[in-house]
């Protein structure tokens, strides 16, 4: 009953009675962390419900979903659901993916009035009467799935140009197979008596077909680049807007970048403290740094082309970019223009001495074109902190989930996959540092930052050595972590294996592995992606997004890949430079598709 409280939802989740019966007619949406539901960002919708092998039984009851307005995904499969489904599934307009396999549903195939659904698979039913000529209507379909029932009667010609799966066999269709569909295996069609024409048996009495294949299938290279540029712009477009919107909240001085020292509490505490323009406060500050009698200056690391001193630093316009593990991030614009950004450390306890080694040894650290370099650094008693390349497409996790002040936006499959590839890049090029012994320690896809054009940058390499002598725990994302890095502590090449492993889940399945807001639980994402793909059907922990224009194959390549890296046992984890020839392999082997796809289809 999704009336149910949230704590009942949980438990339901958690262990749903064998033999349940499903009783939505008045279901209010409920929003928790629990895996089976997705939300609206404003949680007021239920946009994902999965029910998968929990055990129902009986009709689906009449009325039913009707609150569910805004539902993408409904899994239901591999339960013991029957009778007719209602008739108001048809009028769920949102719906992408409708997943009803392995039930013993009967009842006529629903006219579905959903334009954007991707996924229809309701086989392994009862299902009867004809294959509707209405699914031509389902324009976005890219798989069909309706095996395994008792329909009758011929195939329609059904001219649907995404459609990339298709599978009808067993059941007791007949007739010819329509050239729209000959193009499909010939598993497709099997186990239908009176079912011929290509790719099964000719037709009695009839020669071989020569019709061409339908031109509309073939997946244009011209359309792949629309889509690229179309991406590109759009991320453009948001960057600018961002941008703009961020100029515009440019109070914030860098006043917060030197930590007050005890003589300014005192200040602060008589009630005098810098009042006045954030200008004045920034050289106030700036003048107090300076006369500090440490006379501490900024550290440029060689090859930097920064002319900037500490002097102007501080004199420019930051503002806060958010507030990680190691400290607080600003994005500082100097007067000239400059924009870079400051991290600024917090409970570091390392010595001087300590901290200039640790910066040396990451200043030796070759440059990558997939690794942020650090520029700058600066050390004093009360104060730390690192300065980095300003890159302005923001992060993958942005793109990915959004933020508060832009939208997520539509990754494509091109665009994942290249992103994954150069923090791969990145990241095998840390490992390669240091003897073979550098470990980053932090990959999550905050810190794979993008590069106007897309190019993908891992940063904050090297922070976790200082996290070893912080005085307080390390608040690492957990959804991230290794076992053995939770369990022991042991941070390694192969830690860093898991998390680029829960990274690729995270670009498959399009789920963050965090803490929701105002919600316990942690997504864990390799536990999920197990739970669903440990039955037969894998298809539906994709991003929607992704399925839309992808083939399932590649995506599940993909999938195995980022499962391997994210054994729980670090020894069956693959190197990183494995894991960058599999992401290859399947990346070659997509370009060579689209090639073919723009030769000519043979008769
Ligand atoms: N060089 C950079 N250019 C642009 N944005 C950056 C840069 N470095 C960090 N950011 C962004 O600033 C924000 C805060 O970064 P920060 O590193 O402090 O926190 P985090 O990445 O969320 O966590 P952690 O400290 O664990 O890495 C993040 O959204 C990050 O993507």
New binding site residues.
Partial sequence: DLNADRQALLAFAAAVPHGSKLNWSSATPICTSWEGIRCSPDRSRVIELRLPGVGLIGPIPPNTLGKLDALQVLSLRSNALASDLPTNVSSIKSLHALFLQHNNISGYIPNLLAPYLTFFDISYNSFKGEIPLEIQNLTQLTALYLQNNSLHGPIPDLKLPKLKHINLSFNNLIGHIPISLKRFPKESFLGNAFLCGAPLEQCPGTGPSSSPLPTTTIRSEHKKKFWRKLSLKVIIAISAGGLALLLLLIVVILTCILRRNPRDDSVSSKGNYVTGSSSEKLKEENSRAVQQPEKNTLVFFEGCSYSFDLDDLLRASAEI?????????Y?AILEDGTTV?V?RLKEIVMGKRDFEQLMETMGRTGPHLNV?PLRAYYYSKDEKFLV?????T??L??LLHGSRETAKHPLNWDARVNISLAAAHGIAHIHEEGDGKFVHG?I?S??I?LSQELEACV??FG?INMASTATSPLQ??VGYRAPETIEANKFSQKSDVYSFGVLLLEMLTGRAPIQMPGCDEIVDLPRWVQSVVSEEWTAEVFDFELMRHQSIEELLHVLQIAMACVSRVPELRPKMEEVISMIEQVWQSNSEKSKDSLAPMPC
């Fill in positions: 970019l958010g507030k990680g593990s190691y400290g607080t991030t994005k950004v991290k942020v980095y390349d300003y890159l302005p923001g992060s996790a942005t932090n999550k905050s810190n930052l940063t904050d922070l690492l994302v």
